[in-house]
């Protein structure tokens, strides 16, 4: 399997405050990655820094191949992101969004209109397709704004805390887009403070104040801390085992 991501002593600093400290990791094509950690752990930032919308303080990172800091336009053209706080424009439609973010990543016309038919059959959208996102519920927005940000077909899909606000059941639902997705060669990366989705990852690293404390399978991870769940690991972790 080849890397997709690749970072080494990356490091992220605001004045005297150490957001990232030094991270080291790699993902493999194809791998549905997690990026855990409570909120204020540094996962956005990070995140930030791998997707080309913050220059790193030190440190290295390659995403797709492309240096974060000589080639950070060539990352954005490769990957599709999906943030928890904003993804679609409410006051367009469905078709619209679609049809907007598919121009932004630079779609012809005809792939644009391909790709809206096919995210609308996909999602069942077909009676919603002209109705202003706004009037959808969570669940069907967040299947949507993750099929937007693929549209393009790019070699990784970063998501900032998708499934933040639904319920468990609708949770459930999304990862099964998410395996999917993976299924079909595209890297998955994704951030997340809610510690049973670690369990559906094929590798998870657990971040505690801007650090990596821990990474591996959720399977090893438990054996390593003696843990009947991620939850449990999580606060051994925090606690200093």
């Known amino acids: 399997m080849q890397t997709a ?10 004045g005297e405050f150490t957001a990232v400290n030094a991270i080291t990791f790699e993902v493999k094509e194809g791998e549905i990655f997690g990026f855990l950690g409570a909120n204020g752990a ?29 080639e ?3 990352i954005k053209q ?3 992101y999906m943030s928890q706080k904003f993804s679609l424009y409410e006051d367009l439609t469905v078709y619209q969004n679609i049809r907007f973010y ?7 016309r005809k792939q644009i209109k391909e790709k809206s038919a096919q995210i609308i059959e996909t999602l069942g959208l077909t009676e919603q397709a002209h109705k202003v996102v706004g009037s959808l ?39 099964e887009m998410i395996y999917q997705t993976a299924n079909n ?11 049973d989705e670690a369990e559906y990852c ?23 801390f003696e843990a009947e769940s991620m939850d449990e690991v999580f606060v051994k972790l925090v606690r200093g085992k």
């Open 5 to 14: 991501i690749k970072t080494e002593s990356l490091t992220k600093t605001f």
């Open 42 to 70: 540094g996962k956005t930032t990070a995140i930030k820094m791998l997707i080309g919308l913050s220059r790193p303080t030190s440190g290295e990172a390659k995403v797709a191949g492309f240096d974060v800091y000589k």
């Open 72 to 74: 950070a336009e060539l």
């Open 78 to 80: 490769n990957i599709g």
């Open 102 to 108: 598919g121009g932004i990543y630079g779609l012809k």
């Open 137 to 175: 519920p969570q669940g069907w927005k967040q299947r949507l704004a993750f099929a937007i940000s693929g549209v393009h077909d790019p070699k990784i899909i970063f998501m900032d805390e998708p499934t933040g606000g639904v319920d468990p059941a609708t949770r459930r639902q999304f990862w």
């Open 185 to 195: 060669g595209t890297t998955i990366f994704v951030t997340t403070h809610y510690m």
């Open 202 to 224: 094929n590798r998870i690293s657990i971040m505690v104040d801007g650090r990596i404390d821990a990474m591996g399978t959720p399977r090893d991870l438990k054996t390593q």
